[in-house]
């Protein structure tokens, strides 16, 4: 096919892209800072990740992907478009992209992404589930006829699935996932401590002492917000057993679904698993303790990919090595035209 090939995860917390023979170029924010009144883009990507909680009323910070899916299309739109102009330039031939989508989403949220990518600039778009080409960069043997469970814990949603003959057998894809963690994080301070902080400062917290297994030897760090009382700024100790417990909950939830996919899984393929292990992909993977969890909670070995952040990314990078192979294992290429024409015959798309 003419043009380049392009892989796009559009995840709800960041975009990352790769360019076939390039590897990835691309990884920003999915967030975007608008004019309130008029609501004109001024901003897009790693630029915004600042702003957030220091924008002025007059600045409104939107994040356009909500739960795995578009729920800003027209943000969505002028994002990858800038970010495809960006790539390619003034190539005579508009490129071809494999985009991803999280396990669980409706046809008309699959047709939605399929229009967004030829909108964007696309000549032609093909869809793929997240965590078969999470799978795929994290170096797992997806084309073997035997099971394999790979868990990619996003900042929207945690997808599972169980994946053999380069598909997706049993999947399930919740919402609990790196962001609500963060806003228990929040709402923990400020239950607990009568302290308010913001987003980025949960995050920073989730990351620096965060744990999903409660570390050994427990670790604390200096923070800073404000005094829900007294409205003023201050300092704060928080630790790493305040933080778990913050998340416990949530952290159950995700152990748990992992163990319902398990008990929907035909026995054989549970037998594969649990030989081959379950493969912890997405950003939230990199939660200190987080492979131990799903090892509490399933008695299966459970490994942290490589570079967690980018499999997605670099599965569907390699997946464009061969067309040929992504047909034969049912995923095809849309044009604009196919999209409108199937949607008029059938109403499922896909
Ligand atoms: N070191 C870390 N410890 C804990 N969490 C982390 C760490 N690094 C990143 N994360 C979390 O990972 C999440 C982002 O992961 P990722 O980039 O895979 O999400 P996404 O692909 O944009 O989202 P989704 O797949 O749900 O649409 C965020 O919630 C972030 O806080
Ligand atoms: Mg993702």
């Known amino acids: 096919m003419a043009g380049l090939n392009i892989g796009i995860d559009l995840g709800t917390t960041s975009v990352v892209i790769y360019v076939q023979k390039k590897g990835i170029v691309l990884s920003e924010a999915s967030v ?8 004109k883009i001024l901003a897009i990507g790693n630029m915004v990740y600042d702003m957030i909680g220091r924008n002025p009323d007059s600045v409104t910070i939107i994040r356009p992907m909500k739960d795995g899916v578009v729920s800003d299309f027209s943000i969505v739109q002028s994002m990858l478009t800038y970010y495809i102009q960006k790539i390619c330039g003034n190539k005579m031939f508009k490129p071809n992209i494999v985009i991803c989508t999280p396990s669980s989403v409706t046809n008309l949220e699959k047709r939605t992404i399929l229009e967004l990518a030829i909108s964007s600039g696309a000549a032609r778009a093909c869809l793929m589930e997240e965590p078969l080409a999470a ?6 043997d997806v ?4 099971g394999v469970m790979v868990v990619d814990i996003g900042g929207g949603t945690t997808d599972i699935a169980v994946l053999t003959m380069g598909s997706v057998a049993v999947s399930d894809s919740i919402k609990t996932a790196g962001n609500v963690l963060n806003e228990d994080i929040v709402n923990y301070v400020r239950r607990e401590r009568n ?10 917290i989730k990351k620096q002492v965060g744990c999903a297994y409660l570390r050994e030897a427990e670790i604390a760090m200096n923070s800073r917000g404000k005094n829900y009382i007294t409205q003023m700024p201050c300092n704060f100790e928080i630790s790493s057993t305040e933080v778990y417990l913050a998340m416990r909950e949530k952290l159950e939830i995700i152990g748990n679904a992992v163990r319902a996919v398990l008990e929907k899984t035909p026995p054989e393929m549970s037998a594969d698993i649990a030989d081959r292990g379950i493969y912890l992909t997405g950003g939230g993977a ?13 008695g299966i070995k459970t490994k942290v990919a490589e570079d967690p952040v980018n499999c997605v990314a670099n599965g569907l990078g390699e997946t464009m090595r061969s067309f040929d192979k992504l047909r034969e294992n049912g995923y095809f290429f849309r044009t604009g035209d196919d999209i409108q024409s199937y949607t008029r015959e059938h109403e499922d798309l896909m």
């Open 32 to 39: 975007a800072a608008c004019d309130t009144d008029t609501g």
């Open 135 to 140: 799978a795929i960069g994290a170096g797992v």
């Open 143 to 146: 084309s073997k006829p035997s």
């Open 195 to 204: 302290i308010l902080i913001g987003e980025n400062m949960a995050e920073s």
């Open 286 to 298: 990199l939660l200190e303790g987080m492979d131990e969890l799903i090892y509490r909670k399933t």
